[in-house]
């Protein structure tokens, strides 16, 4: 089987990336596969071989507003069996106009729970982007989604003919599993993710507040980095460390408890990572936060404060997660079987 890859993660241009590690991985599974991947003009990519039977091809778009045309106008000398997409947006749309031009079966896969209330609030884009989904559903002839909660959307909004698979995110819970504990005085509350609106970080910011006025000495962290930032900084104080976009396993060495108030995730690698290490998560009902257990907290600033108080107060314990991968070996098998049934 020949495939063509439509994505947008240029980390494949690096030879020590994970995802190049993976796409090579995933190649081995086909006869051939072909990866087109948005880039500007100004990033300077080329096409390049990665594998015996794997090649990657750059846009180099004068824009991004050319992504879509240029990608293709890329695909139309690829000859493929299937076309499978990162997202039904953009690649999504992409990968459903190569499906109809060549008359091959589309993949989609689905890593963003776009049905959420806040995805469309977010922007205007996100607007634009849920109308090209609801096209790109439509003529999929299979859909990948990465959890139970998505997948059921999916069903209730679109009752798409495709078949639907939930194959999540792979992690390697193993190094999450082994952490060994640090002992600490203060309550340790984490925000592991981007400092930006999508993420409500602002929201941890009253939480800690709203805990510590009710006597609690409590300490948040806030690991990675984001254009609010600098506000944050400005508005957190004493109680508040920056760690910046780093490797987020020692800070869960020692925290009691991980804060997500997001609008929407996708899968929310974080609470996965933070549920095998054991430790408590209070989250909006988005991603898998249901799945891995964790204290669903209202979308409202004080519902999710007064949360991670009760939460702290009952001494919450998650029940054990069950994680779906017993390594990375499997997840990737498992990929190359649902592509492949795609075109059965």
């Not at 590690?21 to 086909?30: E, H, L, T």
């Not at 995730?265 to 989250?283: K, L, T």
Request: glycine share 6%; with cysteine; aromatic share 10%.
């Amino acid at each position: 089987m020949k495939v063509l890859s439509i994505g947008t993660d240029r980390g494949i241009f690096d030879a020590a990336s994970t995802v190049r590690k993976r796409m090579v991985q995933y190649a081995a599974c086909f006869e051939e596969l072909h990866v087109i991947v948005f880039s500007t003009k100004q990033s300077s990519f080329e096409k390049i071989q990665i594998a015996e039977n794997a090649w990657v091809y750059p846009t180099q778009s004068f824009s991004r507003l050319l992504y879509i045309f240029d990608a293709i106008r890329i695909a139309e000398d690829i000859q493929c069996d299937v076309v499978t997409t990162q997202d039904p947006f953009e690649t999504g749309y992409v990968g459903m106009k190569v499906s109809k031009k060549k008359h091959i079966p589309l993949h989609v896969q689905v890593h963003t729970d776009f049905l959420s209330a806040g995805f469309q609030k977010h922007s205007f884009l996100n607007r634009i982007r849920f109308v090209l989904s609801e096209k790109v559903i439509a003529h999929a002839a299979r859909i990948r989604v990465v959890s139970d909660a998505l997948r059921e959307r999916i069903v209730h909004r679109f009752q798409p003919q495709a078949e639907i698979s939930v194959l999540p995110i792979y992690i390697d819970i193993e190094r999450y599993k082994n952490i060994e504990r640090v002992a600490h005085e203060k309550v340790e509350l984490l925000f592991v993710g981007r400092l930006e609106s999508e993420k409500r970080p602002y929201w941890a910011l009253a939480t800690l507040e709203h805990v510590r006025n009710e006597g609690v000495d409590a300490h948040l962290t806030f690991v990675g980095d984001g254009s609010l930032k600098k506000g944050l900084m400005e508005q957190g104080g004493e109680p508040v460390s920056f760690a910046g976009h780093t490797d987020p396993l020692p800070y869960y060495a020692q925290a009691d408890m991980l804060l997500v108030p997001s609008v929407y995730e996708g899968y929310g690698m974080v609470m996965v990572e933070a549920s095998a290490a054991g430790i408590p998560v209070v989250a909006t009902d988005v991603g898998v936060a249901k799945e891995v257990g964790a204290y669903i907290a209202p979308h409202t600033i004080d519902g999710f404060a007064k949360s991670v108080s009760a939460a702290l107060s009952s001494n919450y314990v998650p029940e054990p997660f069950s994680y779906l991968y017993e390594n990375e070996e499997v997840y990737i098998q498992q990929w190359c079987e649902d592509v492949k049934k795609t075109g059965t």
